[in-house]
């Protein structure tokens, strides 16, 4: 998980491209929704987290890498084939993080889609499912090119940039507040829960592994918990990202179909 925090650089690209909406659509929700998601797919997400979701009957998103398929690196053990199957079996959605785990805005447009064909084919390989239609940038990292790119290859890409999605929101860098344990302030959520319950607005949180010693980019389970809890007591549901999509962009309702 090593380059979590953004550069001057990295800031400077995200300044610049979000002023620069690409596919930006007036969100017909007429109730608020929450979508927790997992980046890179450390296997506590699931091991861990996948119960606690699942004692809410909450769905996620988690957005998977190709190369830490079956690999422990920092400390950190990331997902298996088994572990794809079962969160997919379960309902959860499963999204693209792209394969390297790259900054996008370094990557060449040629090699960064050349990287994203083979990450749909090594998650493909492995579900036997149509291509993932949600995307993460890498490090919340994003570019005015990376973003036009990525833009048109999936339905939604998100970022990291905190806020809640309503009125006017950008498909193509949906906002998302951390759940991290280096920044982690509980009347925060409060605030966020109220606001998106008053805009009728969608609220993406976004976290790594979950564990009781969890790296600063992760979560507790306490953690997950107290977010859950709020969420059901304020009656927001919880549905992956795919799904708050169609409700935001068509009206559909995930718990109508």
Known sequence: MKGKTLSF???????????????SVRSRLERPLAS????????SAWTVAGPILDRFGAKATYYASGRFCGVSEDGIDYYD???LRAAYRAGH????HSFAHEKAPLVSSRALALDQARNSAALGEILGAAPPASYAYPYGAISPRSKAL???A?????GIRPGVNAGRIDLAQLMAIPIERRCWRSDDLR???EAAQARKGWLILFTHDVCDDPSPFGCTPAMLTEIMERLAAAAIPVVPVKHAMAEAVFGARADDR
Not at 93 to 96: D, F, Q
Not at 154 to 158: H, I, S
């Open 9 to 23: 650089f990295d800031r400077a690209n995200a300044v610049v491209t979000r002023t620069l909406p690409l596919k």
């Open 36 to 43: 927790i998601t997992f980046d890179d797919f450390p296997k």
């Open 81 to 83: 084939a088994e572990d």
């Open 93 to 96: 959605e499963i999204g693209a």
């Open 150 to 152: 990525i833009g048109r």
């Open 154 to 158: 999936f339905a939604t890409a998100r």
């Open 191 to 193: 605030l966020l829960i």
